[in-house]
RNA sequence: GGCGCGUUGGUCAAGUGGUUAAGACACCGCCCUUUCACGGCGGCUACAUGGGUUCAAAUCCCAUACGCGUCACCA
């Protein structure tokens, strides 16, 4: 155990109330993401990654990053860095781990070998464990094995040596009490109680010497102090077994806190466990489509959390520190929600400056003609309460790169009065008009006052100028930004040019100018 | 199937025995307005069901239903 570090004790939990010893004001929160490197950064996992983050920096804890990569067959190239980097975006800065070492290095399982195998040799000898010779075949009827359990159980422990030192190959396993049953406490769910009967004989080290999932975690989890276990629900059944091993060597345990999954929303309207099928559920699929990892972590802290007294919802990773708490966990699961993510996305475009937005979104316009280019900024700025992610750009601007075949019913607007025939008498005058404004004045402040100053003149309704002004040069009736907004960030020659061929289409009848 | 966990509006959620059951997203309407958006105002819709306990239950207990998880030499 390490120095100025207290074990909790996890009995003395109850429900969602701590009773704090001396002992626990002096405790040393560590917390850690233990994730296995698949080569994708699964949202649910960066939530568990998040509330770990969130909870170790509340407590003026550590935060560990274990990389648990026991199954070889699943090996994946680069699927560390994809979790390193993932984690980095988001600003997760862990304190132990790969690449910043530790005092418990190293942090990758594969590399921790020899510790595991050392650790199911005791409990081999103390009788909590068995080796177990069983080839697939020998198992014979899954079911049937199931219900019996192993066979090697049951081998003398002199001969199940002997055998091992003949060279063998065998697995170890658990042994289960067959009788009785197993509490723990967990955080949210309050105790948890399982039959032993129901527990397996799991194996613990593989025969290719690899530890499995259930025997790693709980070697790691004690040698590295983890004081709180942060993730997903679907090891509610399996931490029984963890707590046997626990007991077995006489570990203290540490205190569990099972999240709830985070769902996605099927076609049919029922939910499932988020998965690729629901669409984009990668962080890095997130951030592809515009999505801002401040944004993506914002809301996915609120995918099962919920701050106390406060209604506000955008919060920067300082405010979560500032204001998570376990008791805001929430134990049903929660289906995540494009819709708030876009929004909450949007909120974070809102307050960004006009500049920084024009930065962000910059690559995600891809090439634009010289005119449009010159004036990104101010066409970011028309963008930047639009949007609910970067990659609706394209489709948001697309007329301003190539002015769109428009049908003139487009100038029917029945609240601005105005139809084809009046555009068609608007037009002229506002060409001549726009056409006097000096190039180097070419703004949306003095066009629009231009066009102000005209429409007065001629006691014209502005609404209808307008909406003429804005089809004529757009070719659409949804746009980012007034008529003049548009006309300024189109340029002056390209603007009067639009104006014009889409007053000559009106004229011929042809409408449209592709 | 056994075992386990869960269940407040379409979604996220507040709520911890006595409330007109918050708030947000989405949706709808109105206002503002050079379109859309932003912003402002308003509306819609919820305690899964059935039993208890209690003067009183979304809150406690028990069933049922439904959903999810787990029963691997995967994590």
Known sequence: MADGYTKTVPEMTFGNLWLITKEECILKVRTRFAPSPTGFMHIGNLRTALYAYLFARKENGTFILRIEDTDRTRYVEGATEVIKNTLKEAGLH??????????????????????????????????????????????GDEANF??????????????????????????????????????????????????????????LLKSDGMPTY??????????????????????ITSTPKHVLLYDAFGWDKPVFIHLAPVMGKNADGSTAKLSKR???????????LGYLPTAIVNYVALLGWNPK?????????????????????SKSPAVFDYDKLGWVNGEYFKRMTDAEFA?????????????????????????????????????????????????AALYENKRNKINPAA?????????????????????NDVLYAKLNEHIAAVGQKKGAVMWAVRIAVAG????PGGATELLAILGKDEAILRLRRSLDSLKAGTYGTA
């Open 423 to 443: 555009a068609e008498e608007i037009l002229p005058p506002v060409i001549e008009v726009l056409g006097a404004v000096e190039a180097e004045k070419w703004q």
């Open 278 to 288: 629901h669409g984009a559920t990668g962080f890095s699929d997130l951030t592809a």
């Open 476 to 479: 659409k009736s949804v746009t």
């Open 214 to 235: 259930n025997f790693a975690n709980v070697i790691d989890d004690h040698l590295m102090d983890v004081t709180h276990i942060i993730r997903g629900e679907e090891f």
């Open 94 to 139: 862990w304190d132990e781990g790969p690449d910043v070492g530790g005092d418990y290095a190293p942090y990758v399982q594969s590399e921790r070998m020899a510790i595991y195998k050392k650790y199911a040799d005791e409990l081999v000898n103390n009788g909590h464990a068995y080796r177990c010779f069983c080839s697939d075949s020998d198992k």
């Open 359 to 407: 930065a962000v979104a910059r690559p995600f316009a891809g090439d634009l003609p010289p005119n449009v280019a010159a004036n990104w900024t101010n066409l970011a700025a028309l963008l930047k309460t639009r949007l609910t992610h970067l990659a609706q750009i394209p489709v948001e601007i697309d007329f301003l790169l190539k002015m769109p075949a428009f049908d």
């Open 146 to 203: 199931a219900e019996k359990g192993c066979p090697c159980r049951d081998i003398d422990a002199d001969e199940a040596a002997k055998r091992a030192a003949a060279g063998e190959s065998y697995a170890i396993r658990q042994k289960m009490p067959r009788v009785g049953e197993t509490t723990y406490h967990d955080v949210l769910h309050g105790n948890i109680t399982i039959e032993n009967r129901e527990l397996e004989d799991q194996i």
């Open 309 to 329: 007294n406060t209604n506000e919802e955008i919060f920067s990773l300082d405010d979560l520190t500032r204001l998570f708490s376990l008791e805001g966990l």
